[in-house]
């Protein structure tokens, strides 16, 4: 078995850049996947901030769309860098900066979503203690401490997850 037919994805790949327009063509691509990507991931980060969380969740097919065109953009430019590196470095620099601007805005995004995660995981598990704790018959022991709550007692809490 060759190496390249070991990988499937291999074969789905348009060839490395070979010329100036095609280096060109490539970085384009890859900018305008990039702020395309960037303007959903920008509208998605006010929604969730806003708290609507539902209308964040209707971004995602075009996200997830934008997203795998990005991985093969960059999976391209992987095998067209060293081609790039040596005849057009102006541009593999210009695309650089602009990535890493990519990335700044992506890790906000995360920052956002993570922390959106994190309260509302506080907020469940607030409203789950809070049920167990009225669910619990609150008894004492023989020394005058509070008992423990028994298995029996202890319900779990069920949560959808669609909105």
């Not at 890859?30 to 969730?48: K, P, Q």
């Not at 700044?104 to 409203?127: D, F, W």
């Amino acid at each position: 078995m060759t190496p390249k037919s070991r990988d499937p994805q291999a074969s789905l790949l348009p060839p490395p850049v070979s010329t100036p327009a095609d280096a060109r063509k490539l970085a384009d691509d890859m900018l305008d996947i990039m702020n395309a990507l960037l303007a959903v991931i920008e509208r998605e980060t006010e929604l969730v901030r806003a708290g609507k969380i539902r209308e964040g969740m209707a971004l995602e097919s075009r996200k997830t769309e934008l997203s795998r065109r990005y991985v093969d953009a960059i999976r391209q430019f992987k095998t067209s860098q060293v081609y790039m590196t040596q005849s057009t470095p102006d541009l593999l620099t210009a695309l650089q900066r602009h990535h890493d601007t990519f990335r700044a805005m992506l890790q906000v995004n995360l920052t956002v979503l993570a922390t959106a995660h994190a309260v509302s995981e506080g907020i469940v598990r607030g409203v789950s203690a809070e049920a167990q704790r009225r669910a619990t018959p609150q008894t004492y022991t023989a020394s005058g401490q509070r008992s423990a709550p028994s298995r029996q007692h202890m319900s779990p809490l069920a949560v959808s997850r669609s909105l």
